[in-house]
């Protein structure tokens, strides 16, 4: 073998090698931005957008030009330490969000906030990110929309994709009979603890808790029906307000009737059958005591 052909063998492994590296580091790239992404949808897009404007918390667009790197990762690991901390921007930051504290995330890691960072600085370069928020139109609701709203809360109106209705865990105050779900919090005054229509219909288009993560992450609400939906919250508020006890009344003695129902119906079949065996057991019973 000659020193040239040797010296080919021996830089094959190496070419192999650096062709192997280079193909990991073409796809991880994507595969970090996705998860940096889903992580921004599913824990920051309910209060924050970027380039969207103000939500619950200040829009992110050049965030890394308000305070340095080092601040903005101390602060999204541990908001509250920083606040506590009389950190003078922080608690401006509170001010600004009427006193709504950002929560800690549960294992954001240093790593997850490093790519989270990265994300939102990308993002921003740009003229339109895809975390701007949901466009909702800005037109005034109708009558109609409050009934399509009401319908999809209820139930009676199926969504697009097929998500469940608001009313399985959900209440308004005002629903006849049984009442809606009691689950999860009443929404009779959602509209104003959003702040509007703006905050409210980007937290249905991504809503923030795992729960509704799950039930609506592969059957996401469309922009109509999110408009529908704020427009009957926004309906709810003129509501006097109604005991609700009585709605909940009806449900218990509704409950109480089928299971006396129930139980009637055991005591029928149940007596029946001793009837049946006890009078086999006397007619067995009269033809001995007749042989006797």
Not at 247 to 265: D, P, Q, T
């Amino acid at each position: 073998m000659t020193e040239t052909s040797e010296r080919v063998l021996l830089q094959r492994p190496l070419r192999t090698a650096a062709t192997v590296l280079a193909l990991i580091a073409l796809f991880a790239v994507p595969l970090w931005g996705q998860e940096a992404a889903t992580d921004f949808k599913q824990n920051c897009m309910s209060c924050h957008t970027v380039g969207g404007g103000r939500l619950t918390g200040p829009d992110l667009k050049n965030v890394a030009q308000r305070r340095d790197r080092g601040w903005l990762t101390t602060f999204i690991q541990d908001p509250k330490s920083v606040i506590d901390a009389s950190d003078a921007y922080a608690q401006e930051l509170v001010k600004s969000s009427r006193g709504v504290v950002m929560p800690t995330l549960p294992a954001m890691t240093k790593a997850r906030v490093e790519a989270l960072l990265t994300l939102i600085d990308a993002e921003s370069k740009l003229e339109k990110s895809q975390f701007a928020g949901v466009q909702i139109s800005e037109r005034p609701f109708t009558p109609r929309d409050v009934e399509i709203g009401q319908g999809i809360f209820m139930g009676t109106i199926a969504t697009k994709n097929g998500g469940p209705s608001c009313m399985s865990c959900h209440t308004v105050q005002g629903i006849k009979l049984f009442g809606g779900g009691t689950l999860a919090p009443d929404l009779t005054t959602v509209f104003e603890r959003y702040q509007g229509r703006k905050t409210l219909s980007t937290w249905l288009s991504a809503p923030a808790t795992p729960t509704m993560q799950s039930a609506f992450k592969k059957q996401a609400l469309e922009g109509e029906e999110i408009l529908a939906l704020v427009a009957y919250f926004q309906s709810t508020l003129a509501r006097n307000p109604e005991d609700v006890s009585a709605e909940r009344l009806n449900f218990i003695l509704v409950g109480l009737a089928g299971a006396l129902l129930v139980m009637g119906l055991f005591d029928v079949i149940w007596n029946k059958r001793l009837r049946t065996v006890r009078r086999a057991l006397v007619q067995e019973r009269k033809l001995e005591t007749v042989n006797e």
